[in-house]
């Protein structure tokens, strides 16, 4: 059974940082595409940051300051996030699809996990 755990959430204050960590059970995801997705109070989830074959992309929200990677050998990915801003407050959850290179929607990936709360106070 595959699983996807999430971990590394919390409350911080604005301008501050944290680390996410999403580590997976049940199969290797070894250069498959993987993601974080985030979805706001009241408003859909979206793609914050993708893993596809050799490229990494973010949202423009997040562009310069947070970043995205994996370590295969852990079979975990990581979300730095650096520079928090009040807007950056959601629930965080890890993707994961069955291809090598995929699209960006939710419907893209397979396998979620069950998210992490960040709150960013101002």
């Known amino acids: 059974q595959v699983q996807l755990l999430e971990s590394g959430g919390g409350l911080v204050q604005a301008g501050g940082s944290l680390r996410l960590s999403c580590v997976a059970s049940?199969?290797?995801?070894?250069?498959?595409?993987m993601a974080w997705f985030r979805q706001a109070p009241g408003k859909d989830r979206d793609l914050v940051a993708v893993?596809?074959?050799?490229?990494?992309a973010y949202d423009d929200s997040v562009k310069g300051r947070f970043t995205v990677s994996r370590d295969n050998a852990k079979n975990t990915m990581y979300l730095q996030m650096n520079s928090l801003k009040p807007e950056d407050t959601a629930i965080y959850y890890c993707a994961a699809a069955d291809e090598l290179r995929t699209g960006t929607r939710e419907a893209d990936f397979a396998y979620w996990g069950q998210g992490t709360q960040v709150t960013v106070s101002s």
């Open positions: 893993l596809n074959g050799f490229i990494t």
């Open positions: 049940g199969r290797s995801f070894s250069g498959y595409a």
